[in-house]
């Protein structure tokens, strides 16, 4: 079966720095990537998919590439803020398998101001 | 707006008590799923539902059983506590095929 690998496990930056979380997974039928944040105290919410028809997706400061030759993928925070502090999980699914996700162990990002 | 609702956020029971989890979607989603979630081993996925009345096990099922009655509600049951099962309950739901996940806020279950 799938397994995802994240590092790494806390990341801690300086307001204003980037961030970069990877992630790997073994499964090269897995064609769909979400990355969710998690805040304390409340459920994890998405921020940014990718799926493998593309190689780099872009919302704001946030952005996720995908190399499927390597198996791996990577969030891309940039221009990091004290809110941007969280826990981060990747996560790897077949589109159409019922949309089992298997996710990474997390990273928890503090941005220091 | 999207909303998956757990009927409690913190919940302290004893070891071998009878203990029911709740969740709610309002987005009339066909999947429904119960994860655990533990320090440094991320989110477990424990049991899933396809639809009503369907159930599939989840990579870590023992000593929990679900139930789903109607489509908008998917419940954990732990049916004798035990106190390896302190630990953060997350509910999710989606559309089916899409992949994209919505998490209820959790409850953190503490036995005693």
């Known amino acids: 079966g799938e397994n995802v690998e994240q590092h790494p496990s806390t990341l801690s930056v300086q307001e204003g720095d980037s961030a970069v979380i990877k992630c790997t997974y073994s499964d090269s039928a897995s064609n769909y990537f979400p990355w969710y944040k998690q805040e304390l105290g409340k459920g994890p919410q998405l921020i940014i998919d990718i799926r493998s028809n593309v190689g780099e997706k872009k919302d704001q400061r946030i952005a996720v590439t995908l190399n499927k030759t390597a198996k791996h993928f990577s969030l891309h925070i940039t221009e990091t803020q004290p809110e941007d502090s969280a826990v981060y999980f990747c996560?790897?699914?077949?589109?159409?398998?019922?949309?089992?996700?298997?996710f990474g162990k997390g990273t928890k990002l503090s941005v220091k101001p | 707006d999207v909303k998956v609702t757990q009927s409690s956020r913190y919940l302290v029971k004893r070891t071998g008590e009878k203990v029911f989890l709740e969740c709610v979607q309002d987005m009339d989603h066909e999947n429904m799923f119960w994860y655990r979630q533990d320090p440094g081993l991320g989110l477990r996925l424990i049991y899933f539902?396809?639809?009503?009345?369907?159930?599939e096990k989840g990579d870590i099922p023992e000593g929990y059983s679900v139930s789903r009655e109607k489509k908008e509600r998917f419940s954990l049951i732990l049916e004798s506590a035990s106190t390896n099962q302190t630990s953060m309950y997350l509910c999710a739901s989606d559309r089916g095929f899409t992949d994209t996940q919505y998490f209820g806020p959790g409850t953190r279950l503490t036995v005693l």
């Open positions: 996560a790897a699914s077949k589109k159409g398998s019922q949309g089992n996700l298997i």
């Open positions: 539902s396809y639809d009503v009345k369907m159930k």
